[in-house]
């Protein structure tokens, strides 16, 4: 019996880590950049191929071990919204299937489910972030400054409490390995001239109060969210990137939501909470995850997924 428990142990082991793609590794198509989680190739002069890899970070450091599965939400929950938003603002998608600019059957397969064909597109150099709650580094800002971004809040807010309103609150795009910084609205202005900062920031809050009256159906809160756009060769803004996902928001749980406390959420939680314990400078490398930590992780990768994507929970 309990050779009998090792080998199938041991075949679970295999079928996940067939399931799990750490790097692609695509010869057919030239390599343009590996970002934290994503690798893109170049196809041609007007398309790019963005692979969602099963690659997990925290604290800005790449962590050895990758998430079962999680290239696969990550890209079904983005092609979910970008789909559901489209009459909202345009996307980076693009007609092309995979199968029509991957020839190589084996190649295809690696990167099946977990892929792209998107526009190229000139990508604006800030993040547009969206909170509707208050919490992370909104939440430090608001305790030292009462205020977020340069926007003033009301006093005697909560932990996690609901904001009156949703703030639109940019930041940088730091280069891998450095961290995000929080800018003011006057700052976003500087670098993208007043016109496109106020649609970058009108847009922003319209996908995100869309997306989070839709998720709270399912028993989700959205509480905060950011967005990158680009713009084509005539100047129209479009959605690119990642599209509400575990890994660009945070997703509460509605039924184990409660104002004071930080609330449980749909992503990387698990990861950090143990990484916390441990006696680690959150410089690379990083340690290795526990077993335990990275089937509980990728669990609640598909549990978003699931929720956001099948009937209404409320």
Not at 133 to 149: E, F, P, Q, T
């Amino acid at each position: 019996m309990i050779g009998a428990d090792s080998k199938r142990l041991a075949l679970n082991q295999t079928m996940i880590a067939m399931q799990t793609l750490l790097e692609s590794s695509l010869t057919s198509v030239p390599l343009r950049s590996r970002g934290k989680v994503r690798d893109i190739y170049e196809l041609d002069s007007e398309h790019l191929l963005i692979v969602t890899t099963d690659r997990i970070s925290a604290f800005d450091v790449i962590l050895p071990d990758p998430i079962p599965g999680k290239g696969q939400v990550l890209t079904s929950v983005s092609n979910f919204w970008f789909g559901r938003l489209s009459a909202l603002i345009p996307n980076h998608l693009s007609t092309l299937a995979v199968e029509q600019v991957i020839a190589d059957p084996a190649e295809r397969a690696q990167v099946q489910g977990r892929s792209m064909v998107v526009k190229k597109l000139q990508a604006l150099p800030v993040e547009a972030v969206v909170r509707g709650y208050l919490i992370g580094s909104g939440w430090k800002d608001y305790k030292a400054k009462g205020s977020v971004c340069g926007i003033d809040l009301p006093a005697g807010l909560q932990l996690a409490e609901r904001l009156p309103q949703a703030i639109f609150t940019p930041s940088t795009k730091a280069e891998k390995g450095y961290h995000d910084a929080n800018i003011t609205f006057d700052d976003t202005v500087e670098l993208l001239g007043r016109a496109r900062a106020e649609e970058v920031r009108r847009v922003s809050l319209q996908l995100y109060r869309a997306a989070a009256d839709y998720a709270l159906q399912r028993g989700i809160i959205i509480a905060d969210t950011k967005f990158e756009f680009g713009l084509d060769e005539k100047g129209r803004l479009h959605w690119i990137d990642e599209a509400l996902t575990p890994d660009s928001s945070r997703f509460w749980p509605l039924d184990q939501y409660q104002v004071g406390i930080s609330p449980p959420s749909f992503d990387k939680q698990f990861v950090r909470d143990y990484l916390e314990s441990l006696d680690w400078n959150k410089q690379p490398p990083a340690p290795r995850l526990p077993p335990e930590v990275i089937a509980r992780t990728s669990e609640k990768y598909r549990e978003a997924e699931a929720r956001l994507l099948g009937e209404p929970t409320v």
